[in-house]
């Protein structure tokens, strides 16, 4: 029932930064997990990590630990990717999906359309 869409990506130089957004409507985030994903040409997709809405936990994968920060606005129910020193291997389209709390990796759904990310060297 909730439908996302992303935001914010565009071209930036090795070292730059970015900030995505994931923005919800129809309802609220409340009681889900919000994803982050990022698909590659000729790679599969990629988890970056998550962000539960109702507390702000965070999990970051090792990939992005240290460079990227999830952060969640209630009032605008968004949730932001915060991206620092980007690197090339960072290109992707990047996406957001939901899933309810308590659940596995494979019960994300309403996958946006996602943003293209494109860092050169």
């Known amino acids: 029932q909730v439908h996302v869409a992303e935001s914010g990506g565009g071209p930036v130089q090795a070292g730059g930064s970015l900030r995505l957004s994931c923005a919800a409507s129809?309802?609220?985030?409340?009681?889900?997990?919000v994803g982050w994903f990022r698909q590659a040409p000729g790679k599969e997709r990629e988890f970056v990590g998550a962000i539960s809405w109702n507390d702000g936990n965070t999990y970051y994968t090792d990939a992005v630990k240290g460079r990227f920060t999830f952060s969640r606005n209630i009032a605008s129910n968004t949730v932001y990717l915060q991206m620092n020193n980007l690197e090339p291997e960072d290109t992707a389209v990047y996406s957001c999906a939901v899933k309810p709390r308590g659940s596995g990796r494979a019960d994300y759904r309403s996958w946006g359309p996602g943003t293209q990310v494109t860092v050169s060297s």
């Open positions: 129809g309802r609220t985030f409340t009681n889900y997990v």
